[in-house]
């Protein structure tokens, strides 16, 4: 497949970033409004690794299809006949027409322009009157040769990855060590909570920036102090696994959404950690996880540019009954109560693009006691830029 250009990265010194910590300074500031970086990023941090497009819980029956932007690469989901789902880019092997302009469901995909018909599969079905009028064969149009571009793709904890670039390491290898730490909850179901428990808020800022944010604490006294009146910064523990994955966990996870002191339904079998612990972490590049006993939430981090992205947030829950309607006024209070969090974060995070545009600012420096988790993320983007 087509790479783009990623040297641009080459002529930033990024020594700084790969430094240790107690020595290191951030990434520079064209990483936040240079649009030949964001060129870049996307081929060597999307496209050349595992990154999630979207959501499996949006595409229940065979024959569900949806149309999904990758960075501008148009691509879209499928279930196949046998439910397993499949990701193909979004473009018809005659003329290139987009095959899937809206999520619908039927049992092939038709282009909408000359009407070739795909399988679910991808096969090439038929191609009406390509020989000439109700003629549907033509020498030059070998249907085996003109199956649907598939790409590589998974589902993991109802999150569809796809690796654009086909050679990245397989997914259980990237995501192995937030497996092996998150097993207790990999090995157990989880149910979307419906339209109540999925939300998106949009951001003018760049990608980056909402990661970095998500993976620290230190910023929870002053940006959050309603939830630090219960979940205290000394109450949090960081994150970190190089070039993986980053973030925060409390040991006071203790949710009181409803006066009666009604309780959404636990994961079966936790091990006493998660009585109460939760833990939140940037799973690279896209990806923000929150896991607790009583819900589990995804958010994807959607670019939309170099200087503003969309967060899709879905809220999981533990047990079918908490979908049901009793159950809807506390779901509703769960999912405000994090877009309230969620939107208390927006000014800092928009407040820190627009200082990138200060000239003299040199990419800043961490903590070495606070900003490891934000380190660990910026060595990550550095060390995908190193040569190999
Ligand atoms: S472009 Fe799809 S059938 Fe012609
Ligand atoms: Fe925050």
Redesign the pocket.
């Known amino acids: 497949m087509q790479k783009f250009d990623t040297a641009i990265a080459g002529i930033l010194d990024l020594s700084k970033v790969m430094a240790p910590i107690e020595e290191a300074e951030g990434l520079p500031n064209p990483f936040y409004i240079d649009d030949k970086v964001f060129g870049a990023e996307r081929q060597r941090l999307f496209f050349d690794t595992w990154a999630c497009i979207g959501f499996a819980k949006d595409l229940v029956e065979p024959g569900c299809q949806r149309p999904l932007d990758f960075l501008g690469v148009p691509l879209f989901a499928v279930r196949d006949q046998a439910g397993e789902l499949r990701v193909f880019q979004n473009v018809?092997?005659?003329?290139?027409?987009t095959?899937v302009e809206q999520p619908t469901c039927a049992r092939v995909i038709r282009?909408?322009?000359?009407?070739?018909t795909y399988g679910l599969d991808g096969s090439l079905r038929a191609?009406p009157h390509v020989g000439g009028p109700d003629i549907k064969h033509h020498p030059r149009i070998d249907p085996a040769e003109r199956s649907l571009l598939e790409v590589r793709s998974t589902v993991w904890m109802d999150m569809i990855f796809v690796n654009l670039s086909g050679d990245a390491p397989d997914f259980a290898t990237h995501v192995g060590k937030l497996s092996g730490r998150w097993r207790e909850f990999m090995e157990r179901p989880i149910y979307p909570g419906g339209d109540d428990s999925s939300f998106s808020l949009e951001v003018d800022c760049n990608w980056k920036l909402a990661v970095e944010n998500y993976c620290e604490s230190y910023h929870l006294p002053f940006v959050h102090p309603g939830l630090n009146s219960y979940s205290r910064l000394e109450d949090h523990y960081h994150i970190m696994e190089e070039l993986a994955f980053s973030g925060q966990g409390t040991t006071v996870y203790d949710p009181k959404l409803d006066a009666e002191g009604r309780r959404f339904a636990t994961f079966e079998g936790l091990s006493a950690k998660w009585d109460r612990g939760a833990e939140y972490i940037a799973l690279y590049p896209n990806v923000l996880l929150g896991v607790h006993k009583d819900h589990f939430y995804s958010i994807r981090l959607h670019p939309l540019g170099i200087d503003r992205c969309r967060e899709e947030v879905e809220i999981y829950y533990t047990d079918p009954e908490m979908l049901s309607p009793e159950w809807a006024d506390l779901r509703r209070r769960n999912a405000e109560a994090w877009k309230e969090i969620f939107v208390e974060d927006v000014g800092v995070v928009e407040g820190m693009q627009k200082g990138r545009h200060a000239p003299g600012f040199d990419g800043g420096v961490f903590s070495p006691v606070m900003d490891g988790p934000t380190h660990t993320f910026h060595h990550w983007v550095a060390s995908s830029f190193q040569p190999h």
């Open positions: 018809c092997r005659h003329r290139g027409m095959l282009c909408p322009y000359h009407c070739w191609t």
